[in-house]
């Protein structure tokens, strides 16, 4: 089993980038996902999730209208694009998968009930 961030990179305020989470060794298409992040010194905070159908979305309010995601089932991938970035949203993204929670405001809050996190990919906004 194996969940892999990629697209990471360093950009200037405004700027944009596109984040993947590339799935493997589970049924992908079974399971809500979403993006966590973690900034230098900070606790991990929920940013966005996928139900399992993509038919829902939820965002946090500090990226809601900035940030886009969506998923491919037929790629078993995740992705996050991410526009008009700013410094404060300089972190770790990682990609966290669960066959019980429902992508909710709730599933940000149910950190043991995730199956499986992916390896984070560093996202740098600065001028």
């Known amino acids: 089993v194996q969940l892999q961030a990629s697209g990471g990179g360093s950009v200037q305020p405004g700027g944009s980038l596109r984040l993947s989470c590339a799935a493997s060794?589970?049924?992908?298409?079974?399971?809500?996902i979403g993006w966590f992040r973690q900034a230098p010194g900070k606790e991990r905070e929920g940013v966005s999730c996928?139900?399992?159908?993509?038919?829902?979305?939820y965002y946090e309010n500090v990226v809601k209208g900035r940030f886009t995601i969506s998923r491919d089932n037929a790629k078993n991938t995740l992705y996050l694009q991410m526009d008009n970035l700013k410094p404060e949203d300089t972190a770790v993204y990682s990609c966290?998968?669960?066959?019980?929670?429902?992508?909710?405001?709730?599933?940000?809050?149910?950190?043991?009930?995730?199956?499986?996190w992916g390896k984070g990919t560093l996202v740098t906004v600065s001028s």
């Open positions: 060794g589970f049924n992908f298409d079974n399971y809500a």
């Open positions: 966290a998968a669960s066959e019980r929670v429902q992508c909710s405001p709730n599933y940000f809050r149910n950190i043991y009930g995730m199956d499986y």
């Open positions: 996928i139900s399992s159908s993509a038919e829902t979305t």
